[in-house]
């Protein structure tokens, strides 16, 4: 059983930058692909990048690619997520999932592991 806890989020302005980590235990990373999601109040829960488990891949969706990045530390069994030039309507809770040894698909169904998530605000 692999356990996710996300840190970094917080309340910045307009323009600003947050580093989100999610570190994993119970189990290695190198085996999982990794993906970060969000949710808005009152909206679904919308995937925003995710890094294939063999490095092969890495997948940012449109209104984040330019100013998030995600990347990995297999050896700190860590994940990021550099979020820079931020905006009000980057204002969600932010979850990190694994999905092991498959491919860096936006679909929470194929996911096994999920953490709490954490909350960044985005004021303006």
């Known amino acids: 059983q692999v356990q996710l806890v996300e840190s970094g989020g917080g309340l910045v302005q307009a323009g600003g930058s947050l580093r989100l980590s999610c570190v994993a235990s119970g189990g290695t990373i190198r085996t999982y692909t990794m993906a970060w999601s969000r949710q808005a109040p009152g909206k679904e829960r919308v995937f925003v990048a995710a890094?294939?488990?063999?490095?092969?891949?890495?997948y940012h969706v449109d209104s984040v690619k330019g100013r998030f990045t995600i990347s990995r530390v297999n050896a700190e069994n860590t994940v990021y997520l550099q979020m820079n030039s931020l905006k009000p309507e980057d204002t969600a809770v932010y979850y990190c999932?694994?999905?092991?040894?498959?491919?860096?698909?936006?679909?929470?169904?194929?996911?096994?592991?999920w953490g709490q998530g954490t909350q960044a605000t985005v004021s303006s």
């Open positions: 999932a694994a999905r092991r040894l498959g491919a860096a698909e936006y679909d929470s169904a194929k996911y096994d592991y």
């Open positions: 890094n294939s488990w063999n490095g092969g891949s890495t």
